[in-house]
């Protein structure tokens, strides 16, 4: 029986970079030291989440994937942890910048590069300023325990993003998030549905789901973002099968079963009765590429 422990990590990130990071680090080998063969971190834990306002100088964050101190330091620890380590961070490209995602394997292997593809503009969200939308489309890495599948953050909205990953054969999809108060309607709570669509992506193609979110209030001039953690992993079934609170730092560990997960994507026939022959609509914004090409 093929099995893989995963750990999704949830905390606050502060105004110190370095303390973030040593953060990240001490969590992870909390996480490896519980099991963990894969660790999920939140999406830009580096520093506070910079996308509340519009400021120039926040641009100076970025940097390039081959000389990002903390990425080296990660990929070490990767290799000496003998862990699969997804890593967020905003990413310099020349005249580019992406909201990223580098995947590097068990022996410290950069397997490769993932740019979020989904850019969300809203209050408290204007991550267009930022960011570009990603070029590299909807990528798999196969690494030494499992083949993953990456979307950061808003992707996890677009059941679009897990299909494809699913087709790739992905046994477990990933989400990087930073995600809390809706700015426009403050009395609103999204953390029900965040969870529920991505317990529907893990229903819906047979894979496991796991999603690292931040903790804590953030404020920025007059936009004050309280994170609501919730940090899960979801089976193939939908399933949370560990969660973390709203507001603690968290390490969430479980143990996701990788034969069932692929005996359960053999019989219960979602790709088999798959139409993409039908799905014409999906190429579209408004829904009626079908009607134009008739």
Not at 104 to 121: E, N, Q, V
Not at 127 to 151: H, I, N, Q
Request: proline letters at 4%; glycine letters at 8%.
């Amino acid at each position: 029986m093929r099995t893989l422990q995963v750990a999704a990590l949830q905390f606050s990130c502060g105004e110190d970079r370095d303390g973030n990071v040593a953060t990240a680090e001490r969590l992870i080998r909390e996480a490896a030291k519980g099991g963990a063969q894969l660790v999920l971190l939140p999406e830009l834990f580096e520093t506070p989440y910079f996308a509340k306002s519009m400021r120039h100088e926040r641009y100076a964050l970025a940097a390039p994937i081959d000389s990002h101190p903390t990425l080296h330091r990660l990929q070490t620890l990767a290799a000496d942890l003998r862990i699969v380590l997804p890593v967020s961070f905003y990413e310099r490209a020349n005249n580019a910048f992406f909201n990223s995602v580098a995947v590097f394997d068990a022996d410290g292997t950069r397997l490769g590069l993932y740019r979020k593809s989904h850019i969300p503009d809203a209050p408290g969200y204007l991550e267009k300023y930022y960011f570009s939308p990603g070029d590299t489309g909807f990528r798999v890495w196969r690494t030494r325990y499992a083949t993953l599948g990456v979307g950061i953050c808003w992707d996890q909205w677009f059941p679009e993003t897990a299909r494809a990953l699913a087709l790739q054969g992905a046994d477990l999809i990933v989400y990087p998030t930073a995600i809390g108060t809706d700015i426009d309607v403050p009395s609103s709570d999204s953390s029900e549905p965040w969870t529920r669509v991505m317990q529907g992506h893990a229903a819906a193609n047979c894979v496991g789901v796991v999603a690292a979110n931040r903790v804590g209030a953030e404020t920025d001039g007059a936009v004050s973002t309280t994170f609501f953690g919730r940090s899960f992993i979801a089976d193939e079934t939908g399933r949370i099968v560990a969660e973390a609170d709203r507001q603690e730092e968290a390490v969430v560990i479980a143990t996701l079963d990788l034969d069932r997960m692929a005996a359960r994507r053999d019989r219960w026939g979602v790709f088999r009765d798959r139409r993409p022959e039908l799905y014409g609509a999906l190429l579209s914004l408004d829904g009626r590429s079908a009607e134009r090409q008739s």
